[in-house]
């Protein structure tokens, strides 16, 4: 089976260049494990640390290391270290994660092939910059296209979101939603859609960040994509997911404006602020099952079983028990990770505007 990576830069699978720097780079074996040969000159230790687990790789002179780690099935982030400091390596993967460039393996899990490239036709990702009365600059933002895509027809959007200390390109390198959504749609599985994937970290001028993507999605980005592409401007024609600090956007976002989203999605997902001390006026709607029910067709909240927040999940979990709400509500093998979160968007598209 055809296996692409998908990479903030260009990036070729062989070994790097024996004549300029050494025969880098790493390989997947098939079982799981990756062989990694790496050269960091004058380092007496070489470590790959996915946060506080530590992957040492063996000297091999010539300030050359190797070895064989075995990180689990999966999108695996990292930080390269030597001797304690950070390295950003160009013969592995990169993308953007932790508010920083990182290197990351992409390694397959079995059984999970919903995002392979051959057999479909494929849509298009496109990069828009957009002016922000919010930011007082321009925003960017990507947009997935259907591989049908019609000018002349009008179609539903999703707006989707990313985590903290992430960007607008980490649902489509990271989550590979555009190759998931191709699949789908070849399947018959899933209504064509535009996706909207703007950045959730951007800061107002007046200083604002945790607030500032939804004034900026609400003033800025949706009249931008309503004014740029041929799209359906009617809240049973718009959706809004996210995850970590995009499924607390979203709920802050379809909560307060139920009038103008029916469909919402939160992902490693949080209804109410993990920070203290936030007013939280957008939970009256869960006060009124009745309204809440009328007002969203799919409501998700889905979360990984060894999330580090899953604590937050099932205090939301109680805070919701006995209202009358309609719900759905997944659990996924997994941690605060992309293999979840890719788990979570496969699982959720095909709810997307369908009737009934």
């Given at each position: 089976?055809?296996?692409?990576?998908?990479?903030?830069?260009?990036?070729?699978?062989?070994?790097?260049?024996?004549?300029?720097?050494?025969?880098?780079?790493?390989?997947?074996?098939?079982?799981?494990?990756?062989?990694?040969?790496?050269?960091?000159?004058?380092?007496?230790?070489?470590?790959?640390?996915?946060?506080?687990?530590?992957?040492?790789?063996?000297?091999?002179?010539?300030?050359?290391f190797e070895g064989v780690?075995?990180?689990?099935?999966?999108?695996?982030?990292?930080?390269?270290?030597?001797?304690?400091?950070?390295?950003?390596?160009?013969?592995?993967?990169?993308?953007?994660?932790?508010?920083?460039?990182?290197?990351?393996?992409?390694?397959?899990?079995?059984?999970?092939?919903?995002?392979?490239?051959?057999?479909?036709?494929?849509?298009?990702?496109?990069?828009?910059?957009?002016?922000?009365?919010?930011?007082?600059?321009?925003?960017?933002?990507?947009?997935?296209?259907?591989?049908?895509?019609?000018?002349?027809?009008?179609?539903?959007?999703?707006?989707?979101?990313?985590?903290?200390?992430?960007?607008?390109?980490?649902?489509v390198y990271q989550g590979?939603?555009?190759?998931?959504?191709?699949?789908?749609?070849?399947?018959?599985?899933?209504?064509?859609?535009?996706?909207?994937?703007g950045n959730g970290m951007?800061?107002?001028?007046?200083?604002?960040?945790?607030?500032?993507?939804?004034?900026?999605?609400?003033?800025?980005?949706?009249?931008?994509?309503?004014?740029?592409?041929?799209?359906?401007?009617?809240?049973?024609?718009?959706?809004?997911?996210?995850?970590?600090?995009?499924?607390?956007?979203?709920?802050?976002?379809?909560?307060?404006?139920?009038?103008?989203?029916?469909?919402?999605?939160?992902?490693?997902?949080?209804?109410?602020?993990?920070?203290?001390?936030?007013?939280?006026?957008?939970?009256?709607?869960?006060?009124?099952?009745?309204?809440?029910?009328?007002?969203?067709?799919?409501?998700?909240?889905?979360?990984?079983?060894?999330?580090?927040?899953?604590?937050?999940?099932?205090?939301?979990?109680?805070?919701?028990?006995?209202?009358?709400?309609?719900?759905?509500?997944?659990?996924?093998?997994?941690?605060?990770?992309?293999?979840?979160?890719?788990?979570?968007?496969?699982?959720?598209?095909?709810?997307?505007?369908?009737?009934?």
């Amino acid at each position: 089976m055809e296996r692409a990576i998908d990479t903030a830069v260009s990036y070729d699978l062989p070994f790097g260049e024996p004549s300029r720097d050494g025969d880098q780079g790493f390989e997947l074996l098939g079982d799981g494990k990756v062989r990694l040969r790496l050269k960091a000159p004058g380092a007496k230790e070489l470590v790959l640390d996915q946060f506080g687990k530590l992957f040492p790789l063996t000297p091999a002179g010539d300030g050359m290391f190797e070895g064989v780690v075995d990180m689990g099935p999966g999108f695996q982030y990292f930080f390269l270290k030597a001797d304690g400091s950070d390295l950003l390596s160009p013969y592995l993967p990169i993308g953007y994660g932790c508010c920083r460039p990182m290197n990351f393996l992409d390694i397959p899990v079995p059984g999970e092939d919903w995002d392979r490239l051959e057999g479909v036709p494929h849509g298009a990702v496109t990069r828009h910059y957009y002016p922000s009365s919010v930011t007082g600059a321009h925003e960017v933002c990507l947009v997935y296209t259907p591989p049908a895509y019609d000018p002349a027809r009008r179609y539903p959007v999703l707006y989707l979101q990313h985590g903290y200390g992430e960007n607008e390109t980490g649902w489509v390198y990271q989550g590979h939603v555009a190759r998931i959504a191709d699949r789908l749609m070849a399947e018959g599985r899933m209504a064509e859609m535009l996706i909207v994937m703007g950045n959730g970290m951007a800061k107002a001028a007046d200083g604002e960040l945790f607030g500032a993507f939804p004034r900026v999605l609400l003033t800025d980005l949706i009249p931008f994509i309503e004014g740029r592409y041929p799209v359906e401007t009617d809240k049973w024609h718009r959706a809004m997911a996210g995850l970590s600090m995009g499924s607390y956007q979203t709920s802050l976002v379809t909560l307060s404006h139920p009038e103008l989203f029916g469909w919402a999605g939160v992902f490693s997902g949080f209804l109410r602020s993990p920070r203290p001390g936030v007013r939280e006026d957008h939970l009256a709607l869960l006060e009124d099952a009745e309204r809440f029910n009328r007002s969203f067709r799919v409501f998700y909240r889905a979360m990984g079983t060894e999330d580090i927040y899953f604590e937050s999940f099932a205090r939301d979990d109680e805070m919701l028990e006995g209202r009358g709400l309609n719900m759905i509500r997944r659990i996924f093998p997994g941690g605060h990770d992309w293999g979840v979160w890719r788990r979570c968007i496969h699982d959720f598209l095909p709810l997307l505007f369908r009737e009934g």
